[in-house]
Every structure is written in C-alpha cells, then in structure tokens.
C-alpha cells in the first residue's frame, strides 16, 4: 500500500495503471473529499495542485468511460474567502444568534441577485447597512434561533466575541443560479480509490455539497500536511460519530482529528449551538 498526493492508502492495480494522474486526482477527489463538484471547482483545485491539463476535456472522458456522472444543472455556487466564524477550545463562546442571521442573510440572497440587498460592491456584508432580506423575498424577514426570534441586522458591534470573524465573501454574480456542469463519483470510482460516492443519494443537497466544495476549494488542504475527509469518509472512519457529523474533518496521518469543518446552510441558533456541543473538544470552522 502507498500513501497518495491526498495522505490516504491506494492500492496499485491494473487498473489504476490505465489511469492517467489528472483523472486519479479527479476521482480521488470526488471519492475521498466532495460528493461533487462543478467544472471549474475541478480546475482550481488542479491549478493548486499544479497538475496540468484542462479539467472539462478530461471530465467528459471520464463519463464517457462510466468513472463519474455529468449533469447540466440550475444551481448557485458561492465563490469563499475565510470562515464566518472560527473558534477554538481557548476561547469565549461565538455568538450564536449573530452567526445564524448572517448564514439566513447570506441563505435568502443566493441565487436572487437582487440589487437592494445589503451586498457591497465587492460581494462583502456592508457594516454600515442593516441587512434585511430584499423585498422580493417571500420569506419572514426575522429567522428563528431556537425558541427566540432573532431580528438583529447583521451588522459589526462591537459586543461580538473575537471568536466571530468577518462575513464570507461572496461574488452575487458567482452566486445567482445558473446552469452549471455537475459531477460526482460512478461507484466504480469509489471502488478503485476505496473512498464513497454518495453525493446521488442525497440531490436535494446539491447546493449545500457544492458549498462544501466551495470550502474545500478556498482552504486549500492539500497544500499542508492535515488530510482533508469528506463528510461519508468521517461516517465510515469515525465510527463513533453518529449524530452531527460534520461536513468535512481535517486530521493527521494517524486520524487525530485536527479541526471540524462545516458548511453554514440556514442554520439556526439552537442548531449552531448543538454543533457546538458536539465538537468543543476541537478547534472548528463554519463558512
């Protein structure tokens, strides 16, 4: 057995043989660290890598050969900068009722690309503006956060803990829902990098796992020495972790958990607070 460019075990069959570098580190990917991601989240991660080649050439020969499946679909992909909120063990406990208006704020403007929301022109939260949903939503411009309901504007004050870091940025025109090339794993894939393709039994999800890949793709994990495990590899090698596993653990050679990573859907305060409990033995992110 030998260790690959991604810190988990790969057999050499015949098999992997006819398989040529760019396509391994695809299928690994899409095996071992996201159930799926669209063309260009692929060639970023390759360009990182410095792996040449172009990623949509090489995508299409791998559908046609039955290694990943390929779908056009009508989805937002948010393009990541930093955490929204970073925290570890030494430190106050974030703010939760902050954290889950900024991930309902940042929720409800996806894919609207409405001009009266409370985006810069630089894709960032503005401070100096409350951020309620625009007009055209059909939502309730307040979110619940447990049993309270939480109508703060997500602005900067100056009572948050230094646990609570800056709002994502996120591009509103990489944002909006478009269609986009979609791909994820065929279980054969799974069976020659021995990781999971899980991503079909979950669609519904697809937003929130190309948001996951989003995150992978912005924090860059194999440019270090941590192993980045997707969150069906965490099910099957952590086989304690039974409830809120986590989108993604960083670990070392040895499995020691390094940090938690998670993806923000429109989580509530109870939610984050809950996630919280679970894993505060852990350094942890939520982008």
């Not at 890949?213 to 495990?229: F, G, K, N």
């Amino acid at each position: 057995m030998a260790l690959n460019g991604f810190g988990h075990e790969r057999n050499h069959t015949d098999l992997s043989m006819r398989i040529t570098e760019i396509q391994l580190a695809i299928l690994e990917l899409l095996t071992w660290h996201v159930r799926a991601a669209t063309d260009s989240q692929i060639q970023q991660v390759l360009n990182d890598q410095s792996i040449p080649g172009h990623a949509s050439a090489v995508l299409r020969r791998l559908t046609k050969d039955g290694w990943i499946h390929r779908r056009r679909i009508n989805v937002a992909v948010p393009v990541l900068s930093k955490p929204l909120c970073s925290w570890s063990p030494n430190q106050s406990k974030p703010n939760f009722a902050i954290l889950a208006w900024q991930l309902f704020v940042r929720h409800t403007n996806n894919g609207r690309c409405s001009s009266s929301s409370c985006y810069t022109d630089h894709g960032e939260i503005n401070p100096r503006q409350p951020c309620h949903p625009t007009q055209s939503l059909s939502i309730s411009q307040s979110v619940r956060t447990g049993k309270a309901v939480h109508r703060e504007p997500c602005r900067f004050s100056t009572d948050q803990t230094p646990a609570l870091d800056s709002l994502t940025l996120v591009r509103r025109n990489q944002a909006c829902r478009r269609p986009r090339l979609v791909n994820w794993a065929a279980p054969k894939a799974a069976h020659l990098t021995a990781g999971v393709s899980g991503w079909g039994r979950q669609p519904l999800q697809i937003e929130h796992d190309l948001g996951t890949t989003a995150m992978y793709v912005s924090s860059r994990p194999y440019q270090s020495e941590v192993i980045w495990y997707g969150e069906d590899i965490v099910r099957r090698r952590f086989s304690g972790v039974k409830k809120k596993v986590p989108d993604a653990l960083l670990v070392d050679r040895r499995d020691n958990i390094l940090k938690v990573m998670e993806f923000g859907g429109q989580y509530s305060r109870k939610r984050l607070e809950d996630f919280h409990r679970t894993w505060q033995p852990y350094p942890w992110e939520i982008w």
